[in-house]
């Protein structure tokens, strides 16, 4: 049998498979189930098992000394507090250290910012191997100053996050709020800029953008646009300022600019040498017949140049479908691209995440019933898809021949081989790490790492 550990009402202890090297707990035996300190809470599947990754501050009133953990999720439970109050908690199985003994424990992981103590040893984890003197403190020794200055503190002090700033419009868009999660998760100090809150002050001495309330933006290390089609010309104006305060830019306005412009875009391509599907454009309804036979006659597609997401596409399947639509377009005086339609796609596309010089990811998407655009926001669905080494060298090609760290590029599967459709500079992050599980978001933080040399 072994013999019971005797320890005080409050005692440092570990979690060497979470990496938290000593953190101090409230021994109490009234309470059943221990809990954790954890902010920044979220699930996700590894190896098809729901996991849940968080962040504590181990010491208390200390926000700077953070540890990243991940652990397997075993449970979801309703706990209720000392102080009556009722709350749903992930639950997790760990190895507890206390002095020289270890065992694993389940442990609830929740915010203690208000509690006295980072951790709650309750009294499932203690049965058959813990006696509680509620005398006696520190029983099995605490960690002096300088070991805790140590663990936490010498790390703090040299390697100090960025501050990165988000440039987008919406905080609750999923990409938006992942890519805060996922450079706050690495360390950084994260800030979301509403494109509408902020305004410029254009000198040559002190050159200054300010946000609103009258606050100026300062101290930024890098920026992350993420700017809508109906904002570029304001994002990316606030990016070239933020670009001429030397702040870095993950997609420069430059490049920006160029990818939203779709004929421009398909300019620039095929004279990097990038296939695309045979397209026509004119400012003039006259030689519509001679357009449409230049793109092989139809089925066609219409698409005008300033649409997104699968808006403004529009499938003609006949020739008098195909002028009609054509002379529609023209008599709004809005630009268009006639493109051969790629029957042998049957609806489907690829596209590639690039992300600094390399494809992160892939998926496939495909249409719903009865349409033709792959869009995730028209009704696709996503799947995960297995690429060639050509399909990635093209995508990888097109990012850089528009000068984008980050790009997702569309290409589509044709007897001609694949070609490319688009190159999107702010493409959404859902449908990709949905159906890939995979962390893009993260690989954009490292890409501004990299640039920083920032380990």
């Known amino acids: 049998m072994n013999e019971k550990v005797i320890i005080g009402s409050e005692e440092w202890c570990s979690f060497p498979t979470l990496g938290i090297p000593t ?33 504590i501050n181990p010491i208390q009133n200390n926000t700077k000394a953070t540890i990243h953990c991940e652990a397997k999720l075993v449970d979801q439970r309703i706990v209720k507090s000392s102080s009556g109050f009722r709350e749903k908690r992930y639950v997790i199985k760990t190895k507890l250290k206390i002095g020289i003994k270890e065992w694993d424990i389940e442990v609830t992981l929740t915010n203690r910012d208000s509690m006295g103590f980072r951790m709650l040893l309750g009294r499932e984890a203690m049965v058959g191997r813990i006696l509680v003197d509620p005398e006696a403190k520190y029983r099995l020794g605490q960690p002096t100053t300088e070991e805790l200055k140590q663990y ?15 440039l987008a419009s919406n905080p609750e868009l999923y990409s938006n709020k992942r890519i805060i999660e996922a450079g706050e998760m690495r360390g950084h100090e994260m800030h979301f800029l509403n494109l509408k809150y902020c305004y410029m002050k254009l000198d040559a001495e002190t050159p200054e953008i300010h946000y609103r309330g009258g606050k100026v933006l300062e101290g930024f290390d890098a920026v992350i646009p993420r700017i809508r089609p109906s904002m570029t010309y304001y994002g990316c104006a606030l990016t070239r300022q933020f670009e001429a305060l030397k702040v870095f830019a993950l997609n420069n306005a430059a490049a920006i600019t160029q990818s939203r412009d779709k004929l421009f875009s398909l300019q620039l391509l095929l004279n990097n040498g990038v296939d695309i599907p045979t397209t026509g454009f004119a400012n003039s309804p006259l030689d519509t017949d001679d357009l449409i036979k230049m793109v092989g006659g139809s089925p066609l597609i219409v698409k005008l140049l300033e649409g997104t997401q699968g808006k403004g596409v529009v499938l003609a399947e006949t020739k008098k479908a195909a002028e009609s639509v054509i002379n529609a377009f023209k008599s709004l005086n809005a630009n268009i691209l006639v493109q051969e339609f790629i029957k042998e796609a049957n609806g489907k596309d690829l596209r590639l995440f690039v992300v600094d010089g390399k494809v992160v990811a892939a998926m496939q998407r495909e249409a719903a019933p009865g349409e033709f655009r ?33 790009a997702g590029v569309d290409i589509i599967r044709s007897s001609k081989g694949p070609l490319l459709l688009e190159v999107n500079s702010s493409p959404g992050l859902e449908g990709i790490e949905g159906a890939t599980q995979k962390d893009i978001a993260g690989e954009m933080i490292k890409a501004i790492e990299k640039n920083f040399k920032w380990k």
Not at 40 to 55: H, L, P
Not at 391 to 398: D, F, Q
């Open 152 to 166: 936490y503190y010498a790390e703090t002090d040299t390697k100090k996050g960025l501050k990165i700033g988000l």
């Open 23 to 55: 953190v101090k707990a409230r021994i109490d035996s009234g309470a059943k189930t221990s809990s954790l300190h954890a902010i920044n809470i979220k699930t996700f599947q590894r190896n098809g098992e729901e996991w849940v990754k968080f962040d």
């Open 374 to 406: 792959a869009n995730i926001h028209m009704g696709g669905s996503a799947s995960v898809v297995k690429v060639t080494s050509e399909e990635k060298k093209i995508a990888i090609k097109a990012a850089k021949a528009m000068n984008l760290k980050v």
